[in-house]
């Protein structure tokens, strides 16, 4: 089938973001008196904000009432947003630029599908936004990865079928939603983690629509 549309995941895959995310958390984690690794941090990838904490929580063996929650989610936001707001589109990964170039010039329609609720500000902040015809972000959905739910959405605003469309995500349960919702879906990573995924690349360093068309 022909491809018409791709569909960018952002944390990870446009820029990595992953780092604040955890500089933030571990800020917290801190605060209540246990550590929070690099490694506990994977486990955090593709998972919405609250869904998070309550990860970051049962690391620590610790649990609080719901408006405890929700304050120590604003304030880990407020962390985050000082990290970003900080961003230069030098932080772009390798190749992601030349790729959305190469997509548009092929005709190839572009949307963005991600758990987060900052994804217009780090968007405006990389100065990416004219890229993507349609953004779907944390704000527009109701359930997390893995449902298929903001694929569905971003393949439905873009006017094309989920066969006809290239999920690319870097997260466990990002690959799992594309393939939930019958998308094709390339990991960004390794194949190791992204096994489920029907290609995985390393980056978009000299990556070009053709060679991953190739590979589907
Ligand atoms: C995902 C990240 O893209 O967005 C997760 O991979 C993050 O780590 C989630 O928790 C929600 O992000 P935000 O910006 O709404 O807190
Ligand atoms: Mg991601």
């Known amino acids: 089938m022909k491809i018409k549309g791709c569909i960018f995941d952002l944390d990870g895959v446009i820029v990595d973001t992953a780092k604040y995310h955890y ?14 690794s690099e490694k506990d941090n994977e486990k955090l990838k593709g998972v919405s904000r609250m869904h998070s904490l309550d990860i970051l929580l049962e690391t620590g063996k610790k649990d609080f009432d719901k408006k405890t929650k929700l304050k120590f989610a604003e304030n880990k936001n407020k962390k985050y947003l000082e990290y970003i707001l900080k961003m230069t589109p030098e932080e772009i990964l390798p ?8 997509l548009q010039n092929k005709n190839i329609k572009i949307a963005l599908g991600s758990a987060s609720k900052n994804a217009m500000t780090i968007l405006n902040r990389l100065k990416l936004k004219n890229y993507f015809e349609i953004v779907i972000d944390g704000t527009k959905v109701s359930k997390a990865k893995p449902d298929p739910e903001v694929f569905l959405k971003a393949a439905e605003e873009l006017k094309v079928k989920p066969g006809e469309c290239i999920v690319f995500e870097d997260a466990e349960a990002g690959i799992e939603a594309a393939i939930n919702g019958k998308f094709k879906c390339v990991g960004i990573g390794s194949p190791k983690t992204l096994s489920k995924a029907d290609y995985v690349i390393s980056n978009f360093k000299n990556i070009t629509f053709d060679d991953i068309i190739k590979q589907l």
């Open 95 to 102: 190749g992601v630029i030349d790729f959305l170039e190469d």
């Open 23 to 36: 500089l933030a958390w571990k800020e917290l984690a801190e605060k209540l008196g246990f550590n929070f």
